[in-house]
T-cell receptor, first 112, second 113 residues
Framework: EAAVTQSPRSKVAVTGGKVTLSCHQT?????MYWYRQDTGHGLRLIHY???????EKGDIPDGYKASRPSQENFSLILELASLSQTAVYFC???????????FGEGSRLIVV | GEKVEQHESTLSVREGDSAVINCTYT??????FPWYKQEAGKSLHFVID?????DRKQSQRLIVLLDKKAKRFSLHITATQPEDSAIYFC????????????FGKGTHLHVLP
């Protein structure tokens, strides 16, 4: 049973449109993250959260917003999608203190 | 902030040989170094880690070495098998700020028959 589930798994969006990627966890972990994966760049941290109703900027937050309405749910919002945001997005959870990150299956976003 | 450099973007080895993937980091305060594996078309999953209080850790065919002076760590996969073919990511984090895990760019390992 998947502990970190992402939706949608795949999406094609138009430039300038709004995109919301959702993540749900059953790990009961405090920390949740959004990473994007691009060829040649590895994984880069966009936003993260360590408690409900609070989010923090990661290394590449520009053009993205995040929302953590509950411990289980963490969303990534692209208000005005751009071509450069075409990527695979991974949600992850983390218990903290040097433990393992648990990743979702990924969401492939194509902006046209 | 911390930067993690993964030196090999692609690595090809013959089945049964060993593979070595090298990473360096910049922040001397980093103390936790995990490795993740991503098989084709799939998500990432944890494979092995090492903390700064040791310089070697082994889990079956996986060995991680840590050289704190050189700020370098490496993953050794012995007796490689076809199922080892994947992208491997090294990462680093601070124990005190363990929420922030910084990844390298990944090494695509090909195990050739």
């Amino acid at each position: 049973e998947a502990a970190v589930t992402q939706s949608p798994r795949s999406k094609v969006a138009v430039t300038g449109g709004k995109v919301t990627l959702s993540c749900h966890q059953t790990n009961n972990h405090d920390y949740m993250y959004w990473y994007r994966q691009d060829t040649g760049h590895g994984l880069r941290l966009i936003h993260y959260s360590y408690v409900a109703d609070s989010t923090e900027k990661g290394d590449i937050p520009d053009g993205y917003k995040a929302s953590r309405p509950s411990q289980e749910n963490f969303s990534l919002i692209l208000e005005l999608a751009s071509l450069s945001q075409t990527a695979v997005y991974f949600c992850a959870t983390y218990r903290g203190s040097g433990n393992t990150l648990y990743f979702g299956e990924g969401s492939r976003l194509i902006v046209v | 902030g911390e930067k993690v450099e993964q030196h090999e973007s692609t690595l090809s080895v013959r089945e049964g040989d060993s593979a070595v993937i090298n990473c360096t980091y910049t922040d001397t305060a980093s103390s936790y170094f995990p490795w993740y594996k991503q098989e084709a078309g799939k998500s990432l999953h944890f494979v092995i880690d090492i903390r700064s209080n040791v310089d070697r850790k082994q889990s079956q065919r996986l060995i991680v070495l840590l050289d704190k002076k050189a700020k370098r760590f490496s993953l050794h996969i012995t007796a490689t098998q076809p199922e080892d073919s994947a992208i491997y990511f090294c990462a680093a984090s601070l124990d005190t700020n363990a929420y922030k895990v910084i990844f390298g760019k990944g090494t695509h390992l090909h195990v050739l028959p």
